[in-house]
Nanobody
Framework: QVQLVESGGGLVQAGGSLRLSCAASGRMLSSYVMGWFRQAPGKEREFVANTNWSGGRTYYEDTVKGRFTISRDNDKNTVYLQMNSLKPEDTAVYYC??????????????????WGQGTQVTVSS
């Protein structure tokens, strides 16, 4: 079983950048497909980005394409989400998620077995 801990959230002005980290313990991260999701107040948790085991394949939600980049360092057991050109609508709690199945439906939050506690990202206008 893997434990996930997110960090790197905070308050930033519109147009700014943040890099979120998701550190894993308990198991080697290289065994897991990883995703980032976010949940704004009053809304459902939504898909943001996903990467396969090696980081060689990535998927993004349409509104973050070209602004966010997911990456992983399996040697450090860490996954990252680089967020540039942030907008007020990006404000949410961001969660990382993991699953061991290679064929996970990457955008479906119910497919992921393991979740971190979340980190708050607030973008001011």
């Amino acid at each position: 079983q893997v434990q996930l801990v997110e960090s790197g959230g905070g308050l930033v002005q519109a147009g700014g950048s943040l890099r979120l980290s998701c550190a894993a313990s308990g198991r080697m991260l290289s065994s897991y497909v990883m995703g980032w999701f976010r949940q704004a107040p009053g809304k459902e948790r939504e898909f943001v980005a996903n990467t396969n085991w090696s980081g060689g394949r990535t998927y993004y939600e349409d509104t973050v394409k070209g602004r966010f980049t997911i990456s992983r360092d399996n040697d450090k057991n860490t996954v990252y989400l680089q967020m540039n050109s942030l907008k007020p609508e990006d404000t949410a709690v961001y969660y990382c998620a993991a699953d061991q199945r290679w064929d996970v439906t990457y955008w479906d939050r119910s497919e992921y077995d393991y979740w971190g506690q979340g980190t708050q990202v607030t973008v001011s206008s």
